[in-house]
């Protein structure tokens, strides 16, 4: 199955820098990489989201960047502000043998904390 | 749109009690996803269904846990005989066909006294 490997695991910005998240993947064959973000007890939320027919995608202050080769894709956040402080998964579905087509695997984890 | 629906929000059951918990699936969306999340942990996949059909299940423990998504009605996880380490957030999440777009119920947080 797919194996998503997720970094860092904790990170602290000041309010107004960047913050980047990367994630590997296994499954040559997986498709499509999506971030969530998770606030404390709360459900974690799509905040975007890429396929693998392009390089990158952005929606405002944040964006995806996928390198295939690699197996490798990233989370780009710019001015960051406090409210952006949460948890944030990656996720990939790993599609190799056909099986499970809906089936993503999440990545550890990235506990992003904004200083103001 | 009501969004996925879970329920109970919270559940206490003491060790050897059953815990069932609920999930029903946004409106045209016909695949169910139950994932687990231990504090401070990441999202485990458990199980996949759809209608009346268990998709895949290589995440369920092989003892005590079961999954079924009838006809009728909510997606329902079935733990049995509950023990201690089963204390944890369960998500569940539902997709339309042929479509990773999930979206996540506000999860079901189970503490086993």
């Known amino acids: 199955g797919e194996n998503v490997e997720q970094h860092p695991s904790t990170l602290s910005v000041q309010e107004g820098d960047s913050a980047v998240i990367k994630c590997t993947y296994s499954?040559?064959?997986?498709?499509?990489f999506p971030w969530y973000k998770q606030e404390l007890g709360k459900r974690p939320q799509l905040i975007i989201d890429?396929?693998?027919?392009?390089g990158e995608k952005k929606d405002q202050r944040i964006a995806v960047t996928l390198n295939k080769t690699a197996k490798h894709f990233s989370l780009h956040i710019t001015e960051t502000q406090p409210e952006d402080s949460a948890v944030y998964f990656c996720?990939?579905?790993?599609?190799?043998?056909?099986?499970?087509?809906?089936?993503?695997?999440f990545g550890q984890g990235t506990i992003l904390t904004v200083h103001p | 749109n009501a969004g996925v629906m879970q329920n109970p929000r919270h559940l206490v059951r003491r060790r050897g009690q059953e815990a069932r918990l609920r999930c029903s699936p946004m409106?045209?969306?016909?695949?169910v996803y139950w994932y687990r999340q231990l504090p401070e942990e990441g999202l485990k996949f458990m199980v996949y269904?759809?209608?009346?059909?268990?998709?895949?299940e290589s995440g369920m423990p092989k003892e005590r846990f079961s999954a079924e998504f009838p006809k009728e009605g909510p997606s329902i996880l079935r733990i049995q005989q509950v023990v201690r380490g089963d204390s944890a957030a369960y998500f569940c999440?539902?997709?339309?066909?042929?479509?990773?777009?999930?979206?996540f119920g506000s999860g079901t947080r189970l503490t086993v006294v």
């Open positions: 999440a539902s997709s339309p066909p042929q479509n990773y777009g999930y979206t």
């Open positions: 499954d040559s064959a997986s498709n499509y």
């Open positions: 890429i396929r693998s027919n392009v």
């Open positions: 996720a990939a579905p790993g599609v190799a043998g056909g099986t499970s087509y809906g089936k993503l695997t």
């Open positions: 409106k045209g969306h016909s695949h």
């Open positions: 269904l759809q209608k009346e059909n268990i998709i895949d």
